[in-house]
């Protein structure tokens, strides 16, 4: 029996891996910098609901976004590779901790985790690589930090909310878990 749900862990993180890349590296091909630059709408975030229902979900969407950011290696640098997925580690992990904390049966602050991990990692990443060429300003960190939260927001809250609420409404949480 442990080792069906070691395996059922693995394939999960795997498929949720694979979901997270795919859609990202597709979105940069067909729409170039949309999911890379510093205002973003990466719609593969809206899987990062996953990581309310899954611990399987943290690994994978780690996973997934590593993979994502070192096949766009070439348009934001290196640096991402490591950065993006320390944020996505963090937004994944804290969401999970966070899943039970509810308001109307949603749980808001925990789909705020992605816009807060990614707009403090990854506006820091921006204004310190980036903009200013190893200084940091505050007030570049605080105009970038608020442009990457706002487009986590906005697909957390149009895409990832109605993802979330469709696996809850389906009873889909259980197999997920």
């Not at 729409?31 to 975030?45: K, T």
């Not at 580690?89 to 992605?114: D, E, G, W």
Request: hydrophobic share 55%.
């Amino acid at each position: 029996m442990r080792n069906n749900k070691y395996i059922s862990y693995i394939v999960q993180s795997a498929v949720t891996a694979a979901l997270y890349a795919v859609v990202t590296i597709m979105q940069n091909v067909l729409l170039p910098g949309s999911a890379s630059m510093a205002v973003q709408f990466r719609v593969s975030e809206a899987v990062t609901v996953l990581a309310l229902f899954s611990p399987s979900a943290i690994s994978g969407l780690t996973i997934g976004c590593l993979i994502a950011n070192i096949s766009s290696i070439s348009s934001i640098g290196a640096v991402d590779v490591i950065f993006g997925s320390l944020a996505s580690f963090l937004a994944a992990l804290t969401m999970y901790k966070l899943r039970n904390v509810k308001f109307f049966k949603i749980p808001l602050i925990a789909l705020l985790m992605p816009a807060i991990m990614n707009g403090i990692i990854v506006g820091f990443e921006i204004d310190f690589f980036f903009v200013n060429q190893y200084r940091f300003d505050l007030t570049d960190f605080l105009i970038n930090a608020g442009l990457v939260a706002i487009g986590e927001i906005a697909v957390l809250f149009a895409l990832g909310l109605p993802l979330f609420i469709a696996i809850q409404k389906r009873n889909l949480s259980k197999k997920l878990s």
